[in-house]
């Protein structure tokens, strides 16, 4: 069986494969091999950029209810750009006749082509076309109203068979159509075609060369959940803006494969706003921004598991409570469960969702151990029963009924006038909405007065050997890492604010470590002595 550091070197090491294996995935992506008899001139394997002739491009941007079309009937032409410079970016906004057929849960379609200027798309054998859907289906966001003032009974029966209609998803518009051409006079070699550009390219034979016709690329990571809009059956017309960029070969690969991960992301189950918190990740980051943030990631998921890792083998070896906060344990339990059913009414991103929801798991069951409880069930009744305290566990509960004394005077009533202000002043789904968001404003805006009782311990029985340090430090590598992530990833305002929060308390811990030094005869975080120990050996 593994000893706990080798099975932590076991998976640092997994951990240091799976990096490089990405990065050596990342560079198959962004570079590609070209052609090696290009450099010599002979055309015989190659695939020649068709845009090094320099021909005359027109843009046209057609919408229809069908998803393929075989001519210009029942179709719209919406843009048409003559003259098109595939180098100069450009964004403009059309308005575009919504059919009664869309206006009714129905889908419209954008046809983009690129051919050749003067000649209609369907007439015109070397050009290329893509198709996207300019519609969604999504659920849309309830209203938010004044609980006291906002609504009469009957507003509010009228308010509630609304909610029960908005729990179905309806059609939405998607106001942004983002184009690039991929605009390098790269010399592909026919023989390793990369798969992810290969179904975006068009060939053509011309004399004794082969020719890829140019690729054209709709950015479907631009499609944000903030540009959506709703559709009403009496919508008649809706704003569309149709932005063009070129993009080379390199970014064009990276994106198609984000892209592919997020329909995967999708067809996993992840809803629109999920996949949305992703977009962001890709569209409003730098690239080489973006490529900090991936390895800041890796080591955030690193510490995450080494963290609840040590924080359960703490946990699960601790026999006393001996200068541990009580109250501070059942505190952590009750923020971190509300901060969790806050972020579920939120409908927060996956990707801090499910931590949090793990870290609710974990404290539920220290809260278990620290009351030293046990549950025996009477047939479909649990009993609850409770273990007795030793004088030096009685000792530190005073200190920390002390400490709460003292905090009570403050916090209460900051936190009931809070939730008072914000049930006059702020807007809300429902009571229940209502109530999780003054019970989470109370644990960001004073939460880290509940982490002052454990301090207060430590001063009082000048020492600190009883904390789980290693848990303590893999959490304050997240800590720091969770506050880069705050500008990142889409969160709650309050849930930024208390990643930084959490910085100043733990450099008071680090403080209180540099305070009082290791005392041997004390008990450790497991209950136990050195001196203790010692004595074991030798007997």
Not at 334 to 363: C, H, M, R, Y
Not at 382 to 395: H, I, L, R, T, V
Not at 407 to 422: E, V
Not at 473 to 478: L, R, V
Request: glycine share 4%; charged share 20%; hydrophobic share 45%.
């Amino acid at each position: 069986m593994l000893s706990r550091s080798s099975f932590t070197s076991l998976v640092v090491g997994v951990f240091a494969v799976y990096v490089a294996h990405t990065c050596w995935v990342m560079y198959g992506i962004v570079y590609t091999r070209p052609c090696p008899t290009a450099a010599d001139g002979a055309a015989g394997g190659c695939v020649w950029p068709y845009l090094a002739r320099r021909p005359k491009l027109q843009l046209s941007v057609y919408t229809t209810t069908r998803s393929s079309i075989g001519a210009e009937s029942n179709i719209d032409l919406v843009l048409n750009v003559e003259d098109f410079d595939i180098e100069s970016k450009f964004e403009r906004t059309v308005n575009v006749s919504v059919p009664k057929k869309t206006r009714n849960n129905g889908t419209l379609y954008a046809f983009v082509f690129l051919h050749h200027a003067g000649i209609l798309p369907w007439h015109d054998g070397k050009q290329v076309h893509i198709v996207s859907p300019l519609t969604t289906y999504m659920v849309p966001k309830p209203e938010e109203i004044n609980l006291l003032t906002g609504e009469s009974a009957t507003q509010q029966i009228e308010a509630e068979k609304q909610t029960n209609a908005l729990d179905e998803p309806v059609s939405h518009w998607r106001s942004r159509l983002t184009l690039n051409v991929m605009v390098e006079d790269f010399v592909f070699d026919g023989s390793s075609l990369p798969a992810d550009v290969h179904r975006y390219m068009k060939m053509v034979q011309l004399g004794k060369t082969v020719h890829y016709l140019p690729i054209l690329f709709i950015d479907q990571l631009s499609n944000r959940v903030k540009d959506l809009m709703v559709i009403n059956r009496s919508t008649t017309e809706l704003p569309l803006t149709v932005s063009y960029d070129k993009i080379s070969l390199g970014k064009l690969r990276f994106w198609i494969h984000m892209q592919d991960a997020v329909y995967s992301l999708q067809q996993f189950g992840f809803s629109e706003k999920d996949a949305d918190e992703v977009k962001g990740i890709f569209v409003d980051t730098n690239l080489y921004f973006l490529a900090l943030t991936f390895f800041v990631a890796a080591f955030h998921l690193l510490f995450d598991f080494l963290a609840f890792k040590n924080d359960i083998s703490f946990w699960k070896k601790k026999r006393s409570m001996i200068g541990m906060s009580t109250k501070a344990v059942l505190w952590r339990c009750f923020s971190t469960v509300v901060i969790f059913l806050f972020l579920l009414d939120e409908q927060t991103s996956l990707l801090v969702l499910i931590p949090a929801g793990i870290g609710a798991v974990i404290e539920l069951w220290k809260v278990k151990k620290a009351l030293k409880m046990t549950i025996r069930w009477q047939g479909l009744r649990p009993k609850f029963q409770f273990g007795a305290y030793n004088d030096s566990e009685k000792k530190t509960e005073e200190y920390d009924a002390q400490a709460m004394k003292y905090l009570s005077y403050l916090l209460y009533p900051l936190c009931i006038g809070g939730a008072g202000y914000s049930l006059l002043n702020v807007k809300y789904k429902s009571w229940y909405s209502w109530l999780i968001n003054s019970f989470v404003n109370g644990v960001y805006a004073f939460g880290f007065l509940f982490m002052l009782p454990q301090l207060f311990v430590n001063y009082k029985m000048k020492s600190v050997a009883h904390l789980p340090w290693k848990a303590f430090t893999y959490k304050a590598f997240n800590t720091f890492i969770d506050d880069i992530f705050a500008f990142i990833i889409t969160m709650p305002t309050s849930h930024r604010l208390a990643c930084f929060r959490d910085d100043v308390v733990f450099l008071v811990y680090l403080y209180q470590r540099w305070l009082y030094p290791v005392d041997k005869s004390r008990v450790n975080e497991y209950g136990e002595s050195y001196e203790e120990k010692s004595k074991k050996k030798s007997s």
